[in-house]
Every structure is written in structure tokens, then in C-alpha cells.
T-cell receptor
Framework: AQSVTQLDSHVSVSEGTPVLLRCNYS??????LFWYVQHPNKGLQLLLK??????LVKGINGFEAEFKKSETSFHLTKPSAHMSDAAEYFC?????????????FGKGTRLSVIA | GAVVSQHPSRVICKSGTSVKIECRSL??????MFWYRQFPKQSLMLMAT?????????EQGVEKDKFLINHASLTLSTLTVTSAHPEDSSFYIC??????????????????FGAGSRLTVL
């Protein structure tokens, strides 16, 4: 079975400083991994995904994540935070061979950006 | 890109009434849709998987008679919360699986999410 652990429930950074949102996964296979962002009262938006291609994945809005199999991690980073980045971020895993398998969500990390 | 429209975005109802939430795939066909529920400050929990033309598959602990799911066409799935109670107040989100041929994404299929429906039961 797959599981996802987001190590921080809340991260607060100053505008212009780097962002690091941590995620560890557990899976019997090499999974597909995703990061989604949810802004207040809005739906989920896909930031980026890893599907066994390049281990460093670049997403939208300057975010990227690196898949590290040895550490079973898929941390999300951004060099410089912007006020608009304040949102809830979810790390997500899915079995790679089952297209209809639903996603397994982490508990989420709320990112606050301080001016 | 693929768009999933969810309606209504907000609904307030009295205890004991039923509420229907619609989830539509606007520019693609969705053979499978998923319904999630999100409690305040918590992650999304899968409620059920909705397959077009067949009965939905519910997750353990989700009452199928309480949360009726209908997926009558390839572009529409509905969730009806029957005899709603205050504890049913939550944020409900649907998602639909988009085939990669429909998008510029490469690799695995992705899920597109609706904007969610906030249900408040008084």
C-alpha cells in the first residue's frame, strides 16, 4: 500500500526567501508522485509530477521537486517565495501501473509567506 | 486544457434536506470520476470512485445510501447528500481522469479537479 507523509503541517517563509516543503512516501513499487496546490476556497491545481523520467521535475510557478529513491523523498522547492505562493500544498502518490487508481494524499502543508 | 466544472460552489441547507452536487468534464470524456471530502485543516479523503454506466465503488466507512453517486454520462457525475446533518458539513471535491492524449502532459494520466463545493448544514 502507498502512503505519504508531509513532515510539516505549516511552513512560514519571508517573501524572496527559499521554500522547502518536505514529503516522504512509502510504496511497494516506484510510484508516480505529484504535488498539488490548493488556494483558499479553490480547487486543486497540479504543480508538477514525477513518473520515472527525470528525477528533477520542474513545475509551474517556479516550483521544482527532486525524486530521491534512496531517501524515499519528493521534496518541493522554490528559490524565492512570492506572496501569491501562500496556499495549501499536497504531496500525492499513486501506483504507477493502475490508471484508475485514485490518488493518496498527504495531510498537506500550509505555506505562509510574510512580506 | 482539461476543465472540470463543479456546481454549486457553496450551498447552505437545513438539516434533513438533500443536496446534489454536480461534476462535469467540460472538454473531455471522463469514464472515471472520484469524489473526495475535505474536513477543515485536513487532507482530502477519497469517498468513492464513480464509473460511467455502473455503480460507484465506495471507500470503507462511507455510507452509500447517504452519499448517492450517479455517473449517467461520460461528462457528468453527481453526488447527492441525502438527509443532510451538520456533521456532513464539509468541502467536497470531484476529480476526473484525463487521458494523456487529450493533454500536452507526457507520462502518466493526471487527474483534473473541480473547484469544490462547500456544504454547510444548519
Amino acid at each position: 500500500a502507498q502512503s505519504v507523509t508531509q513532515l510539516d503541517s505549516h511552513v512560514s517563509v519571508s517573501e524572496g526567501t527559499p521554500v522547502l516543503l518536505r514529503c516522504n512516501y512509502s510504496s511497494s513499487y516506484s510510484p508516480s508522485l505529484f504535488w498539488y496546490v490548493q488556494h483558499p476556497n479553490k480547487g486543486l491545481q497540479l504543480l508538477l509530477k514525477y513518473t520515472s523520467a527525470a528525477t528533477l521535475v520542474k513545475g509551474i510557478n517556479g516550483f521544482e521537486a527532486e525524486f530521491k529513491k534512496s531517501e524515499t523523498s519528493f521534496h518541493l522547492t522554490k528559490p524565492s517565495a512570492h506572496m501569491s505562493d501562500a496556499a495549501e500544498y499536497f504531496c500525492v502518490v499513486r501506483h504507477p501501473f493502475s490508471g484508475n487508481t485514485p490518488l493518496v494524499f498527504g495531510k498537506g502543508t500550509r505555506l505562509s509567506v510574510i512580506a | 486544457g482539461a476543465v472540470v466544472s463543479q456546481h454549486p460552489s457553496r450551498v447552505i441547507c437545513k438539516s434533513g434536506t438533500s443536496v446534489k452536487i454536480e461534476c462535469r468534464s467540460l472538454d473531455f470524456q471522463a469514464t472515471t470520476m472520484f469524489w473526495y471530502r475535505q474536513f477543515p485543516k485536513q487532507s482530502l479523503m477519497l469517498m468513492a470512485t464513480s464509473n460511467e454506466g455502473s455503480k460507484a465503488t465506495y471507500e470503507q466507512g462511507v455510507e452509500k445510501d447517504k452519499f448517492l453517486i450517479n455517473h449517467a454520462s461520460l461528462t457528468l457525475s453527481t453526488l447527492t447528500v441525502t438527509s443532510a446533518h451538520p456533521e456532513d458539513s464539509s468541502f467536497y471535491i470531484c476529480s476526473a481522469r484525463v487521458r494523456t492524449s487529450n493533454l500536452n502532459y507526457s507520462g502518466a494520466n493526471v487527474l483534473t479537479f473541480g473547484a469544490g463545493s462547500r456544504l454547510t448544514v444548519l
